[in-house]
């Protein structure tokens, strides 16, 4: 084997671990978005929840059950902001998640057109090598025809 052919298996086993990290980081940002969508979804029922506590009828029997759903619609405005706060770390988690996967794609392209360039040279060379053979064979064979005329 030779220094070329040795440099492109090594160039085909870094461009496969580039192809794997970014299939581990597409599958973290799949998981990520999955999450954040239950977290709007998870926003949205507790915006409603918080919209539909204390309209009834039996707020307006009681003042112990007005005082008492005036007290659950606090806890679920103060859940739906603790949830966006965790939405908002998450989003930048995400972002984040991104922005490696960008990287990693940049760089798995980069190697991958290495490892191109590399291909070809092998070929070449390997093709040049496959001339050079046939040309001695051919040199041979002329070379038998002019001894044994001569």
């Known amino acids: 084997m030779t220094r070329d052919e040795r440099q492109l298996k090594q160039l085909g086993t870094l461009v496969d671990l580039r192809e794997r990290e970014c299939a581990r980081l597409e599958a973290t940002l799949a998981d990520q978005r999955a999450v954040e969508q239950r977290y709007q979804r998870n926003l949205d029922r507790l915006q409603q929840l918080a919209r539909s506590a204390g309209t009834g009828a039996a707020t307006a029997v009681s003042p112990a059950l007005s005082l008492n759903a005036g007290q659950y619609r606090q806890t679920v ?6 949830h966006r706060a965790d939405l908002a770390e998450h989003t930048a988690q995400l972002a984040q998640t991104q922005q490696a996967l960008v990287g990693a794609t940049l760089r ?12 070809q040279r092998v070929s070449q060379g390997q093709a040049q090598k496959a001339q050079k053979q046939q040309d001695d064979l051919a040199m041979q064979v002329w070379w038998r025809g002019q001894t044994a005329a001569g």
Do not use: G, I
């Not at 405005?77 to 603790?82: C, I």
């Not at 980069?110 to 291909?119: C, F, H, M, N, P």
């Open 108 to 119: 798995h392209r980069a190697l991958d057109q290495v490892r191109d360039r590399q291909q």
């Open 77 to 82: 405005l103060a859940l739906a902001e603790r």
